[in-house]
């Protein structure tokens, strides 16, 4: 029998800089006296993320929910909005600030992303824009939906919350759609504390982000539009750029860890590895593992809760479905049969635990877990069949 962990083992870990280097930050910020509103840190990290994630236009904000909620105010949307159920819940609660109706649509059960071939079908004259969502790294169908977009004019957004510097076929995640959201929150790959950006396609969005995230305000005595507080601070700023520093490493280990995980779980039946496809360079944010009932054993559920007595840590993002949040309840889209994989999948994702801290070691011992629970569970059966006999 394995033992359990002396330490919990988490989810996930921030990528942390060492102190020496923040604190020596924190001095920059402290002399200079500008704590936001566009201070030097906040130029200096949109600079280096821009050459980062090869995009030409980015606004930084205060979290990655804010920069969705005003990204979709930017665009002027009306109406209903395509969109997965798959994700969390910021994704539709920035529709819900904006006044724009989600309508859930299907997801691919390989990717888990919206199911691109069932957009079309979901299309009315009420439709603006579809946001689709690169759940865990896995970037949805962007050729097609591009496609879907361009025949009936409607605009494209993307939560790339997990998909920070990933790339399709060299391509920056960021040149599919008008939008997309990058979220940098302690939990992402590479966090600013709290924090998120946006990239965008039309330069003319640039001022108008600049005006909803500082209150409209085009000047001191000047008020345009309404707006909100939503700036990323200097403090913040001043962390990102170190974490910067150490996010490619940190990549380099994750992918050794998603390999450790790959090769010690290959021979457990029920067991398939979330896996991202051959053309993408992958964000490494999330390495999840899908539980299949029958050929396992046992439940995500019950996996999930077993784990724990070993001192292991790990979530069943995205449960619950946002298709099943209360107030969404008397939408078409949400009625039985219209989202089958996505009610499939949502009870048999699991996220394990994934940080470049976490040593091979421990990676082995939770998959010799896995494994033992599964033969302790075959025991039960082949006790049962004797029984039976
Ligand atoms: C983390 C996350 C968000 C929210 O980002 P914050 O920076 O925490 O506001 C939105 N969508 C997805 C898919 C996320 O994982």
């Not at 496809?277 to 593992?289: A, D, G, K, T």
Request: proline share 4%; glycine share 4%; aromatic share 10%.
């Amino acid at each position: 029998m394995e033992s359990s962990f002396k330490e919990p083992i988490f989810i996930t870990r921030p990528l942390l800089p060492t102190l020496e280097n923040v604190t020596s930050k924190m001095s920059e910020v402290w002399e200079s006296k500008w704590l936001t509103n566009n201070g030097i840190q906040h130029q200096r990290l949109e600079n280096e993320l821009k050459t980062y994630l090869n995009v030409k236009h980015l606004s930084l904000f205060t979290n990655g929910t804010l920069a969705l909620l005003l990204g979709l105010k930017a665009l002027d949307l009306k109406g209903d909005v395509i969109t997965t159920p798959f994700t969390f819940p910021a994704t539709v609660q920035a529709l819900d600030w904006n006044n724009l109706t989600p309508v859930f649509c299907d997801i691919n059960p390989k990717t888990l992303t919206i199911d691109a071939t069932k957009i079309e079908s979901l299309i009315t004259d009420k439709t603006s824009a579809i946001l689709g969502v690169h759940v865990f790294g896995n970037p949805c169908d962007v050729e097609k939906i591009q496609s879907i977009a361009d025949k009936y004019q409607l605009k494209v957004i993307y939560d790339g919350a997990h998909t920070f510097g990933t790339k399709i076929n060299n391509k920056p995640i960021s040149s599919f759609g008008d939008m997309t959201m990058f979220s940098f929150h302690a939990t992402k790959l590479f966090n600013t504390v709290e924090g998120g950006a946006l990239a965008f396609k039309d330069k003319e969005l640039a001022e108008k982000l600049n005006l909803l995230k500082n209150f409209g305000l085009s000047g001191p005595e000047e008020v345009v539009m309404s707006g909100l507080n939503a700036k990323m601070n200097e403090v913040q700023a001043a962390v990102g750029l170190e974490v910067l520093k150490i996010v490619d490493a940190e990549r380099q280990k994750r992918h050794i860890i998603k390999k450790t995980y790959e090769q010690n779980l290959a021979h457990l039946p029920g067991i398939r590895v979330l896996t991202t496809l051959e053309n993408e360079n992958s964000s490494y944010q999330y390495f999840v593992i899908e539980i299949d009932e029958k050929k396992y054993g046992k439940s995500r559920d019950w996996i999930h809760e077993e784990l724990k007595k070993y001192n292991v840590f790990t979530r069943k993002y995205f449960y619950p479905l946002c298709s099943d949040f209360h107030w969404y309840q008397h939408l078409d889209s949400v009625q039985p049969g219209n989202l089958i994989e996505a009610q499939k999948s949502v009870k048999q994702v699991l996220s394990m635990p994934y940080y470049g801290e976490l040593d091979t070691e421990s990676v082995v011992k939770i998959c010799r877990i896995l494994d033992e629970l599964q033969v302790f569970n075959l025991d039960v059966i082949q006790k049962n069949d004797k029984v039976l006999f």
